[in-house]
């Protein structure tokens, strides 16, 4: 050390401004030029621009300000226990929150993975300090979450479920939709997965009905904890949204990207929808049981967040840059949630395949119906029976929805690209993919695998696109087995080694339990399977009684 110079006087120099030390630290960035940098993670974009970093944050000024948020998240849930909120809060949303937090932990961490490739590849250093503390915020978004989860367990009337969530995700026939959307943040082409498919369409678009529409109806339940801990987790979307549009402006400088953005944007934003819709909007509108009429449905939140925030100032303006934005698809998109119900098909997917999953699900009441049909109209003639017949059948020794006759229901194909079954069954489609058959909820879902994860795109070689691969229909893994031995192999049985985790009501006595006893003799078939068994003629004329749909029969 310098003479004279000690450590009191290092730390009592003046500070610098922010933007000074984020330039300053960028210096320290050593790229040599005398060597070509391999490409660990492969992209077919080109980018020689440097994207420059919108926040300049450094370590000095992040640090400070994501403990005092922790402080405040990890203070509320103790004074939510003093206040006994599980008093109050309502079972049916806490049992929704067993599947999201099982859920929404691995696309954090996956986020936080994909930093790191799209931090190699971004040229320059300016901002790679800014996907190094996106990717420090992913890390504790992940914990804070995971805390959550244990914070609920360990307080709430029914912890089964809670305490089973990280070994049950990517198992039940709900979770490994949550898997397809968190590795879409890390797999394929480096530049369409971490940076379009994450930053510039999950995070600039769907997390405000992800981080902001759950909290808000988590309040209305009775529950401030998860308000607490997702709001805090929203607070550095701003930062992540900035990095993401910043490199999408630095990819923009090439003509040759505007091809793959045009592919990116169309997959990204139709990928999105159909997983996050379907999950946060069966949340948002069934764990609720506050009907206030003049809160809005997901369905104003979507339009108000995605279709005008998003779609109309955001992806709009990048037109003036020369990307055509393919408006048909959001329109789309807006007609399923509106016109053609699209979460409440899902819904009443979950509800239908309860024995299979690690929470509770609670018929829908009068109440419930009333407040749909106001703000979905047409809802009760589609679905209302079929939630009479689910209140029904709930009790122990009636015959599981699933598998009973009398309701009507028909249980669906499975989306080969997003892994939401196909509930709109007039838009189903099925395509041969490498020799095999595959079912898709949509046409553009079928575009995304034969056209857009193809090896080349519209004549250009695209060798770093990802590809679908493996046993990722959850019903193929359990064709043919009885539905108590699949329970048994997923694990989701309680401690005394025969109660069904599951169950179809929020009834915590014993005698109203379901056993294994009580869904042994049903046999699991993958429609998909029977499908590829079928002769043409046979399979020809079962896709078009598909899409024809359903009638649920009068509950009597």
């Given at each position: 050390?310098?003479?004279?110079?000690t450590l009191?006087?290092?730390?009592?120099?003046?500070?610098?401004?922010?933007?000074?030390a984020?330039k300053?630290?960028?210096?320290?960035?050593?790229?040599p030029?005398?060597?070509q940098e391999?490409m660990?993670?492969?992209?077919?974009?080109?980018?020689?621009?440097a994207?420059?970093d919108?926040m300049?944050q450094?370590?000095?000024s992040y640090f400070p300000?994501?403990e005092?948020?922790?402080?405040?998240?990890?203070?509320?849930?103790d004074?939510?226990?003093r206040?006994?909120m599980?008093?109050n809060?309502?079972?049916?949303w806490?049992?929704?929150?067993?599947?999201?937090?099982a859920?929404?932990?691995?696309?954090?961490?996956?986020?936080?993975?994909?930093?790191?490739?799209?931090?190699?590849?971004a040229?320059?250093e300016?901002?790679?300090t800014?996907?190094?503390?996106q990717m420090v915020?992913e890390?504790?978004?992940?914990?804070?979450q995971?805390?959550l989860?244990k914070w609920y367990?360990?307080n709430y009337?029914?912890?089964?479920?809670?305490d089973i969530?990280e070994?049950a995700?990517g198992k039940?026939?709900a979770?490994?939709i949550?898997?397809?959307?968190?590795e879409?943040f890390?797999t394929?082409?480096?530049?369409?997965s971490a940076n379009?498919?994450?930053?510039?369409v999950a995070?600039t678009?769907f997390?405000?009905t992800?981080?902001?529409?759950m909290p808000s109806?988590?309040?209305?339940?009775?529950?401030y904890a998860?308000?607490?801990?997702?709001?805090?987790v929203?607070s550095d979307?701003?930062?992540?949204?900035?990095?993401?549009h910043s490199?999408?402006?630095s990819?923009?400088?090439e003509?040759?990207?505007h091809?793959?953005l045009?592919r990116?944007l169309?997959?990204?934003?139709?990928?999105n929808h159909?997983?996050?819709?379907a999950a946060?909007?069966?949340?948002?509108?069934y764990?609720?049981?506050?009907?206030d009429k003049?809160k809005?449905s997901y369905?104003?939140m979507?339009?108000r967040?995605?279709?005008?925030?998003?779609?109309?100032?955001?992806?709009?303006?990048l037109?003036k840059?020369?990307?055509?934005?393919?408006h048909?698809?959001?329109h789309?998109a807006?007609?399923r949630?509106?016109?053609?119900?699209?979460?409440h098909t899902?819904?009443?997917?979950?509800?239908?395949?309860w024995?299979?999953?690690?929470?509770r699900?609670?018929?829908?009441?009068?109440k419930?119906f009333?407040w749909?049909e106001?703000?979905y109209p047409?809802?009760y003639?589609?679905f209302?029976?079929?939630w009479k017949?689910?209140?029904?059948l709930s009790?122990p020794?009636?015959?599981?929805?699933?598998?009973n006759?009398?309701?009507g229901?028909?249980?669906p194909?499975r989306c080969?690209?997003?892994?939401?079954?196909?509930l709109i069954?007039?838009?189903?489609?099925?395509e041969?993919i490498?020799?095999k058959?595959?079912?898709?909820?949509?046409?553009?879902?079928?575009w995304t695998?034969?056209?857009?994860?193809?090896?080349?795109y519209?004549?250009r070689?695209?060798?770093?696109?990802?590809?679908?691969s493996?046993?990722?229909e959850w019903?193929?893994?359990?064709h043919g087995w009885?539905l108590?031995?699949?329970?048994?192999?997923?694990g989701?049985?309680?401690?005394?080694?025969?109660?069904?985790?599951?169950?179809?009501?929020?009834?915590?006595d014993?005698?109203d339990?379901w056993?294994?006893?009580d869904v042994?003799g049903h046999?699991?078939?993958?429609?998909?399977t029977l499908l590829?068994?079928?002769?043409?003629?046979?399979r020809?004329a079962?896709v078009?009684?598909?899409?024809?749909?359903f009638?649920?029969?009068?509950?009597?």
């Amino acid at each position: 050390m310098a003479e004279g110079l000690t450590l009191n006087k290092i730390t009592s120099q003046r500070g610098i401004p922010v933007s000074e030390a984020a330039k300053k630290i960028a210096d320290l960035g050593w790229n040599p030029s005398y060597v070509q940098e391999a490409m660990t993670f492969p992209t077919d974009y080109k980018i020689t621009k440097a994207p420059k970093d919108p926040m300049r944050q450094v370590l000095r000024s992040y640090f400070p300000m994501q403990e005092e948020k922790d402080n405040r998240v990890y203070g509320a849930l103790d004074a939510a226990l003093r206040g006994d909120m599980f008093r109050n809060v309502e079972p049916r949303w806490v049992e929704w929150m067993k599947l999201f937090l099982a859920i929404i932990p691995f696309p954090e961490i996956s986020a936080a993975r994909s930093m790191a490739m799209v931090g190699r590849l971004a040229p320059g250093e300016d901002l790679r300090t800014g996907f190094t503390m996106q990717m420090v915020d992913e890390f504790r978004h992940s914990t804070i979450q995971m805390n959550l989860k244990k914070w609920y367990m360990e307080n709430y009337i029914d912890p089964a479920g809670f305490d089973i969530t990280e070994a049950a995700f990517g198992k039940c026939y709900a979770t490994t939709i949550g898997r397809q959307f968190g590795e879409g943040f890390i797999t394929g082409d480096a530049i369409t997965s971490a940076n379009v498919y994450l930053t510039v369409v999950a995070e600039t678009a769907f997390t405000n009905t992800l981080f902001v529409a759950m909290p808000s109806e988590a309040a209305r339940n009775g529950d401030y904890a998860l308000p607490t801990v997702f709001l805090s987790v929203q607070s550095d979307e701003s930062r992540h949204i900035g990095n993401g549009h910043s490199m999408l402006m630095s990819m923009l400088k090439e003509p040759e990207n505007h091809q793959l953005l045009e592919r990116d944007l169309k997959y990204a934003f139709w990928q999105n929808h159909a997983i996050v819709d379907a999950a946060i909007g069966t949340f948002i509108e069934y764990g609720t049981t506050n009907r206030d009429k003049n809160k809005e449905s997901y369905a104003e939140m979507w339009h108000r967040w995605i279709f005008e925030d998003y779609y109309r100032t955001y992806m709009l303006p990048l037109e003036k840059y020369g990307i055509k934005i393919h408006h048909d698809d959001v329109h789309e998109a807006w007609k399923r949630i509106t016109e053609k119900m699209y979460v409440h098909t899902v819904g009443q997917f979950f509800a239908v395949g309860w024995p299979v999953n690690f929470w509770r699900i609670e018929a829908q009441t009068e109440k419930d119906f009333e407040w749909f049909e106001h703000k979905y109209p047409g809802w009760y003639a589609k679905f209302g029976e079929f939630w009479k017949w689910y209140a029904k059948l709930s009790k122990p020794g009636q015959k599981v929805v699933t598998f009973n006759e009398e309701v009507g229901y028909v249980y669906p194909h499975r989306c080969w690209s997003c892994l939401v079954p196909c509930l709109i069954r007039e838009d189903m489609v099925v395509e041969e993919i490498d020799g095999k058959l595959h079912t898709f909820a949509h046409e553009i879902d079928a575009w995304t695998v034969k056209t857009a994860f193809a090896g080349e795109y519209e004549g250009r070689p695209t060798p770093a696109m990802g590809r679908f691969s493996g046993r990722r229909e959850w019903e193929t893994c359990y064709h043919g087995w009885d539905l108590a031995d699949a329970i048994e192999d997923l694990g989701f049985v309680r401690t005394d080694g025969k109660t069904l985790i599951p169950q179809p009501h929020l009834r915590f006595d014993d005698k109203d339990m379901w056993t294994l006893d009580d869904v042994r003799g049903h046999t699991l078939l993958s429609p998909l399977t029977l499908l590829r068994e079928m002769s043409d003629a046979d399979r020809e004329a079962h896709v078009a009684e598909y899409k024809k749909g359903f009638e649920i029969n009068p509950c009597h």
